[in-house]
């Protein structure tokens, strides 16, 4: 998106974005997404070595549920994420809105502690003590460079969460399989019915049968 299209309270954000990495360091990374093209939302990014993201990158895993859930009530502030190579992310997503009280877009803060977890892990053998802080248990997170690479993580995670080979899969756990995918956001995504019909080796309007069946049974 060209910079004198964006919103006047997200062009504000963009020069803070420097500003919050550099007080906290390399492996503080900061991204500012414009919530109105999910494919291409990362308008401002410092430290995107964290998650391997750049400006134009797509919306996480996280911002494209709370988008397709409509969850913009309250702040998401000091969570625990793990990224799909393992490092551990603390992390905080702030929604931006306008005079309207319309969301706009986000501003995330996610800081790798990954090296302090490890030190913390050392501590903790030494002196024998837990404190309850389980990083284990912590949600993981689909990142990617481009939007392809956050379906494909999200896809995949979800079927594994199912434990069975597709091909042994009865059309009701399918449904199951696009329901999560759908709460997720995942058709959001730009040729994503194409994708998880492929998958899931049906046709694409077996899989707007399963959304129509989905969004039926919530009503």
Do not use: W
Not at 2 to 7: A, D, G, I, S, T
Not at 46 to 60: D, E, I
Not at 121 to 142: A, T
Request: proline share 2%; aromatic share 8%.
């Amino acid at each position: 998106m060209v910079l004198e299209e964006l919103h006047p309270a997200l062009k504000g954000i963009i020069p803070i974005i420097e500003g919050i990495a550099k007080t906290f360091g390399k492996n503080c990374e900061v991204v500012l997404h414009d919530i109105h093209n999910p494919q291409n939302s990362i308008i401002a990014i410092a430290n995107g070595h964290v998650t391997g993201r750049t400006v134009g990158g797509p919306m996480s895993e996280y911002g494209l549920s709370a988008i397709r859930k409509g969850e913009y009530d309250t702040n998401k502030v000091n969570f625990l994420k793990k990224t799909s190579d393992g490092r551990i992310l603390k992390s905080s997503s702030l929604f931006i809105k306008d005079e309207n009280g319309k969301v706009i877009g986000f501003l995330c803060i996610n800081f790798d502690i990954s090296e302090f977890s490890i030190v913390k892990n050392l501590l903790n053998d030494f002196i024998s003590v837990s404190d309850g802080m389980l990083i284990e248990n912590s949600s993981e997170e689909s990142f990617g460079s481009n939007i392809n690479d956050v379906l494909n993580s999200i896809v995949n995670r979800t079927l594994d969460s199912l434990g069975k080979p597709v091909a042994f899969m009865s059309k009701d756990e399918k449904v199951n399989i696009v329901e999560l995918l759908d709460e997720k956001g995942v058709f959001l995504i730009k040729g994503a019915i194409d994708y998880v019909a492929k998958v899931l080796c049906v046709s694409r309007y077996t899989i707007y049968n399963y959304l129509d069946e989905i969004r039926v049974n919530q009503q």
